[in-house]
């Protein structure tokens, strides 16, 4: 078994996700796919030539390749971005688990003033994690200079129904998550960030992590954690630990997995993790996921949708712009990251070049 997995609660289920990784593991081996100190090398080489800062790659929880090119270094903290959202989805998931919030209640039963739009009232705090509430995107957000951001995403429209029909990504299904997550935490006296600090950041070892507020202190839940390659690769270390890492629990394997399941608007997309369960089916499309997000929601299509086709079907992915990224494969037991700044990086390119395919 996965030694990641020791101390966890729920023997059985890990047991089946040992077998499951076993099993993929042995499938994917037959393609001749590994990671191989060529394959690393290559796969550096392309990063590094299309904006590469760092790649890291662990395996069975061991260094097997570490580079910093174009003048990065190992201790340099760099944007993640979009990458930020997996930390508050886990901790969505962890808030669960503590019986803080329920992921499928109506965000109306704590947002009161939502109670009488019938445009809002239905939409489950799942949905709005998993960007399929829709809400306008609100990329203002982005802008930073608003100054209450919870209260700019909860006026915006929904733009697309009945909840659950349609993904639409951008920061402010998050946002209004963010709030939902303020008025049930303020009984506790407690924030949304210091909730995330104490029960996902300092587990991990992540102790004075930068990241982006308006005046009010509210954290901007959607982009904004500053990290370097080998921080990222912590938090990457517990979700291949299925919640555990370095033998500490943060969460249940039940409470990750709410995480890392696709929906019928967006079966590639979990709660901000991009999923390649897709990979392998004959009907399978690679994309780039970057350039989907840059067309209009109404024109994007994530049918069979993959990352990488010849990639492991358990592939799972943190996306941040100008390909940042987060990779766990738990069928080799590996945590893979790239951080860059930008440039026409394919990841399907990428993979097969890492995995020696």
């Known amino acids: 078994m996965n030694p990641l997995f020791a101390g966890m609660a729920g023997r059985g289920l890990a047991v089946l996700a040992?077998?499951?990784?076993?099993?993929?593991?042995?499938?994917?081996?037959?393609?001749?796919?590994?990671?191989?100190?060529?394959?690393?090398?290559?796969?550096?080489?392309?990063?590094?030539?299309h904006g590469g800062l760092s790649l890291l790659v662990i395996q069975n929880g061991r260094v097997l390749f570490e580079q910093y090119p174009n003048e990065n270094s190992a201790d340099n903290p760099r944007k993640i971005y979009s990458g930020t959202k997996a930390f508050w989805t886990t901790a969505a998931a962890a808030a669960e688990q503590d019986g803080i919030l329920r992921l499928d209640e109506r965000a109306s039963d704590t947002i009161r003033e939502w109670r009488r739009d019938p445009a809002k009232r239905d939409i489950t705090l799942r949905e709005l994690l998993g960007f399929t509430g829709g809400v306008a995107p609100g990329f203002a957000l982005h802008r930073g200079d608003i100054s209450d951001l919870n209260s700019y995403a909860l006026r915006l429209p929904v733009v697309a129904s009945p909840?659950?029909?349609?993904?639409?990504?951008?920061?402010?299904?998050?946002?209004?998550?963010?709030?939902?997550?303020?008025?049930?935490?303020?009984?506790?006296?407690?924030?949304?960030?210091?909730?995330?600090?104490?029960?996902?950041?300092?587990?991990?070892?992540?102790?004075?992590?930068?990241?982006?507020?308006?005046?009010?202190?509210?954290?901007?839940?959607?982009?904004?954690?500053?990290?370097?390659?080998?921080?990222?690769?912590?938090?990457?270390?517990?979700?291949?630990?299925?919640?555990?890492?370095?033998?500490?629990?943060?969460?249940?394997?039940?409470?990750?997995?709410?995480?890392?399941?696709?929906?019928?608007?967006?079966?590639?997309?979990?709660?901000?993790?991009?999923?390649?369960?897709?990979?392998?089916?004959?009907?399978?499309?690679?994309?780039?996921?970057?350039?989907?997000?840059?067309?209009?929601?109404?024109?994007?299509?994530?049918?069979?949708?993959?990352?990488?086709?010849?990639?492991?079907?358990?592939?799972?992915?943190?996306?941040?712009?100008?390909a940042q990224r987060l990779l766990v494969i738990p069928s080799l037991n590996a945590v893979v990251v790239r951080q860059g700044t930008g440039g026409p990086f394919q990841d399907g390119r990428f993979l097969r070049l890492l995995l020696g395919l």
């Open 163 to 322: 909840p659950g029909s349609r993904f639409i990504y951008g920061p402010a299904q998050l946002q209004i998550f963010c709030e939902v997550f303020r008025r049930k935490l303020a009984a506790r006296d407690e924030t949304p960030w210091s909730y995330l600090d104490r029960r996902i950041l300092h587990p991990l070892g992540l102790h004075s992590v930068d990241y982006l507020c308006d005046t009010k202190g509210t954290p901007l839940l959607a982009s904004g954690i500053k990290l370097t390659a080998r921080e990222w690769a912590t938090f990457g270390q517990m979700v291949l630990g299925r919640g555990t890492c370095r033998d500490k629990r943060i969460l249940r394997p039940e409470s990750l997995d709410n995480c890392l399941r696709g929906t019928g608007a967006n079966p590639a997309f979990g709660l901000a993790f991009w999923l390649n369960s897709k990979a392998g089916d004959p009907g399978a499309r690679e994309f780039d996921i970057e350039d989907m997000l840059e067309k209009d929601w109404k024109k994007q299509d994530w049918s069979n949708a993959c990352i990488c086709r010849d990639a492991p079907a358990d592939l799972l992915a943190c996306v941040g712009s100008r």
């Open 18 to 49: 040992a077998v499951a990784c076993a099993s993929a593991g042995r499938l994917f081996a037959e393609t001749g796919g590994a990671l191989t100190p060529q394959s690393m090398r290559a796969a550096a080489a392309y990063s590094a030539a």
